[in-house]
């Protein structure tokens, strides 16, 4: 990917030089995001067209406006209908009883997830960003409370996600369909909850309880750099995304 | 609408465009433009059941706020009458003392918005859940959902699903205001979750009623139904409000459908209930309004 990196003269400084040597590529990069002043650097040094190249191997940017919203919640819906993947395969979902609830709750569940990954795959067409290679090291899917207090961490992240993104769409339609998702993303939640506690599918974690803020009463949202910190600890080296427009 | 015309007045003698934000409300509110602009949404052409949202921004407040003020009676209600109050629903009484209290919220944010719009607030209209309107001599649509804990669950669902699907379509009618929009997005997920766990404790009652906690077409189907005008027009029947729900195509430009069953394969073979699961649809404000019109 590095042979179409090339130089740009208007922005050429010293701190973007390592970029045309590929070698060195990764460390610069390692480099420009220890400090805010470095990372201006990158984004002053890079045109768009440098941007994908550069992000192929070592992050993935969501890109700008509508499309990088949308990409947003192609990367949080491809983490979570991995994970979903693997709930089925793990042992603490094979050792449901076939009548069990819960073995219909998530078998469902998985698939509304893969629909919505492959909803924003086909909505995106060209501009969606890769497939991401989940990193979930940290969960055992053979244990009933990892898998569910994963699970809850997914939904609600996910929903405070589209919570946090929404004003960032300009395009009505977009509004609508992610309103769709989202809506069935909360109801995941609700029942997901309910399941660690009975009653807990609006506990005060995920609404703001008070009567006099501006948004008492409604569901906590979350900014994309927030949500994405998160989603990242459970995404592969080569797949870590950012949404760098979106702030 | 009377309130209408008194908001365009209010709004043409109104300060310049950096005055406070709620003044800003108030203008965007009156805007004649707003009804233009949101009938020539994309969606709008794209699905031609939902092709005629002409609200403004206030009436979408309206609909709203009688939504609210609907569930909030509902719960009150119930949990004053034999449906909450007897020893065997103890364990589930928190539950929509919870739902009761967001629900409150919820109408007392409208209230506000309008109140520091200048507008007084409708007050809020004497619900009865049987359907008789409030008159004896009226068939009763809905029976013993005061006094029978499954009744009035099965009225519970569908009103929360309905909200959810009926805050859906408004959030349309928001387009041009991002911090009301945002309040109205934030406050849809609640309705759904609320819709989720109502649905979760039929499931899991003593009666045990095989819903999920989503809609599904694979649902027991609610008898007596909550039904709505049909969008194909007056000759045709009233239908369920999960009718709509019931949609296994999302497009993705007016003309060009999601091909899932090329793209869903192996693991996840595709199964149909999980194309209409996996969305919450909108209903229309035509219905919206019916189906409020319904109890209050």
Not at chain 1, 93 to 104: H, I, K, S, V, W
Not at chain 2, 157 to 186: G, M
Request: hydrophobic fraction near 45%; aromatic fraction near 8%; proline fraction near 6%.
């Amino acid at each position: 990917m590095s042979d179409t990196l090339r130089p740009n003269s208007s922005d050429d400084n010293q701190g973007a030089q390592p970029l045309y040597v590929p070698i060195k590529r990764r460390s610069f990069f390692m480099y420009a995001g220890a400090t805010a002043g470095a990372t201006a650097l990158l984004l002053t040094g890079c045109k768009d067209d440098d941007d994908s190249s550069i992000d192929a191997k070592t992050t993935v940017d969501v890109g700008v406006g509508d499309v990088g919203v949308l990409n947003y919640a192609y990367a949080l819906e491809q983490l979570e209908a991995a994970f979903y993947a693997e709930v089925l395969k793990g042992g603490y979902f094979t050792g449901l009883a076939p009548a069990a609830a819960e073995r219909q709750i998530f078998a469902d569940i998985a698939l509304h997830e893969q629909i919505h990954a492959d909803f924003f795959k086909t909505a995106l067409a060209g501009n969606a960003i890769k497939a991401l290679t989940p990193n979930f090291s940290a969960i055992n899917f053979g244990d009933r409370t990892s898998v569910l207090t994963s699970a809850r961490a997914f939904e609600d992240l996910g929903v405070a996600a589209y919570n946090g993104a929404g004003r960032f769409i300009t395009d009505p339609k977009f509004l609508v369909v992610a309103g769709k998702i989202v809506s069935v993303e909360a109801r995941h939640a609700a029942i997901i909850r309910d399941l660690i506690t009975p009653n807990s599918f609006v506990a005060n974690d995920v609404i703001d309880f008070s009567t006099t803020s501006a948004t008492a009463r409604q569901e906590r949202s979350k900014l994309p750099a927030e949500v994405l910190a998160v989603a990242n600890t459970f995404l592969a080296e080569s797949s870590k995304v950012s949404a760098k427009s979106l702030v | 609408m009377k309130l209408l015309s008194l908001l365009d007045r209010l709004s043409t003698a109104d300060a310049p465009a950096a005055a406070a934000p709620r003044r800003d409300l108030l203008h965007r509110l009156g805007q004649a433009g707003a009804r233009a602009a949101v009938a020539a949404l994309p969606l709008a052409a794209a699905l031609p059941a939902q092709a005629a949202p002409t609200d403004t921004t206030l009436d979408a407040i309206l609909l709203l706020l009688k939504l609210e003020d609907m569930l909030v009676a509902l719960y009150t209600q119930a949990l004053a009458s034999p449906a909450l109050a007897g020893a065997a629903q103890a364990a589930v009484r928190p539950d929509f003392e919870r739902m009761l209290r967001h629900q409150q919220g919820h109408a007392q944010f409208y209230r506000t918005t309008l109140l520091t719009a200048g507008l007084t607030p409708p007050a809020a209209p004497r619900f009865d859940f049987s359907g008789r309107r409030n008159n004896a001599g009226n068939p009763e649509l809905f029976p013993n959902v005061l006094n029978d804990y499954n009744a009035f669950l099965q009225l519970a669902q569908q009103l929360e699903d309905a909200s959810a699907s009926i805050y859906l379509n408004q959030v349309a009618a928001f387009a041009t205001d991002r911090q009301l929009r945002d309040v109205v997005l934030r406050t849809q997920l609640v309705e759904a979750r609320h819709a989720s766990h109502v649905r979760t404790l039929r499931r899991t009652a003593t009666a045990s009623v095989a819903v999920k906690s989503w809609p599904s077409n694979a649902d027991v189907v609610p008898s007596p139904a909550v039904v709505v005008p049909s969008p194909a027009g007056a000759s045709t029947p009233p239908v369920s409000i999960y009718s709509f729900e019931a949609n296994e195509v999302q497009l993705v430009s007016a003309t060009t459908a999601v091909p899932f069953l090329a793209v869903l394969t192996g693991a996840t073979a595709v199964q149909f209930v999980a194309l209409s699961e996996a969305f919450d649809e909108p209903l229309p404000t035509a219905q919206a309004n019916a189906l409020l019109n319904i109890f209050g």
